[in-house]
């Protein structure tokens, strides 16, 4: 919306600038913009740089607006200005200004890039809602776990009593075999021996690995 006041002399009666009530400097700004653009669609790379200088800023406030996310923005920025140098050649200075022609470029890409984000959390949301893991029977799991602990009590019923004291201080226990061999006042080697012929014996108790 302008801040012009309509009736106020130099507007128009819509409340709109003339172009011959616009300072000179801002005119002189936006033919240089104009012109800097159409060097650009000749391949003019300082020309290019003139116009990125002149527009970046304002570009990236306007992508920051819309995406709502600084470095989101910086990417939209970047495409845009690509694509500006890219399509510099479609410009048309009597249809708007170049800064006009940029910012729209700008808008566009943000827009688009928001767009894509929602469409990418659609698509995130349908997928974990098809792929959602089955529930659990849980009366049958438990049966599972109950016919686990019995053959795991009945393979250590195989142990002899030092190698079950040993198992289970290290397995069910917690303790380390340092920790083990201190409480079972047993020098660590032997420990660890205790250790390692029970889970060869409950191994072959369980079945595991035949």
């Not at 990125?52 to 406030?61: E, I, K, M, Q």
Request: hydrophobic share 40%; aromatic share 6%; glycine share 6%.
């Amino acid at each position: 919306m302008s801040d012009a006041i309509p009736g106020e002399a130099g507007s128009t009666s819509s409340g709109r600038a003339r172009p011959e009530d616009v300072p000179v400097a801002a005119r002189d700004a936006a033919q240089e913009l104009n012109e800097a653009l159409r060097c650009c669609a000749r391949g003019d790379q300082s020309a290019f740089a003139r116009l990125y200088d002149a527009c970046s800023s304002r570009a990236y406030g306007l992508a920051v607006r819309v995406v709502r996310d600084p470095a989101q923005a910086e990417e939209v920025t970047q495409e845009a200005f690509l694509e500006v140098w890219r399509t510099s050649a479609r410009f048309d200075p009597e249809r708007g200004s170049a800064l006009s022609w940029v910012m729209t470029i700008v808008h566009r890409k943000a827009v688009d890039r928001v767009r894509s984000a929602e469409a990418a959390t659609r698509r995130d949301v349908a997928y974990q809602h098809k792929n959602q893991p089955v529930p659990h029977d849980v009366t049958a799991e438990a049966a599972h776990a109950s016919l686990e602990a019995r053959r795991v009590r009945g393979a250590l019923s195989s142990l002899t009593q030092v190698q079950r004291e040993a198992i289970e201080l290290a397995y069910f226990g917690g303790y380390t075999h340092t920790e083990v061999a201190s409480m079972l006042q047993l020098p660590v080697g032997t420990a660890k021996t205790r250790i390692r012929d029970g889970l060869i014996r409950l191994r072959d108790a369980l079945g595991v690995g035949r």
